[in-house]
Nanobody
Framework: QVQLVESGGGSVQAGGSLRLSCAAS????????MGWFRQAPGKEREGVAV???????IYANSVRGRFTISQDSTKRFLYLQMNNLELEDTAMYYC???????????????WGQGTQVTVSA
């Protein structure tokens, strides 16, 4: 089965930076799409950023210009560089994967366990 393991979460002051990492294993398909999602208590899960296998990216409006998604396709590592963090960025962040092509933030069947990001004033 596919395994996704996030790391890099923690506590940071507003204006600071964090880099999240996701290690993927067990996926045997030739094409894939990976992304980052987040969910704060009492709120719906939202897509943060998506990167397709060959580098095209999609960002949520709330993070565009502050966050950067990247990947190491050979090693199947996914990263999310988060700069100028804001209080509203506080959430559990999840790594996700889908087979085949990317279709925005839709249809991700594989998920990691999440890593907590807490931004304080």
């Amino acid at each position: 089965q596919v395994q996704l393991v996030e790391s890099g979460g923690g506590s940071v002051q507003a204006g600071g930076s964090l880099r999240l990492s996701c290690a993927a294993s067990g996926y045997t398909g030739s094409n894939y799409c990976m992304g980052w999602f987040r969910q704060a208590p009492g709120k719906e899960r939202e897509g943060v950023a998506v990167i397709e296998q060959y580098g095209a990216t999609i960002y949520a409006n709330s993070v565009r210009g502050r966050f950067t998604i990247s990947q190491d396709s050979t090693k199947r590592f996914l990263y999310l560089q988060m700069n100028n963090l804001e209080l509203e960025d506080t959430a559990m962040y999840y790594c996700a994967l889908r087979s085949g092509l990317c279709y925005g933030f839709s249809a991700f069947p594989y998920w990691g366990q999440g890593t907590q990001v807490t931004v304080s004033a």
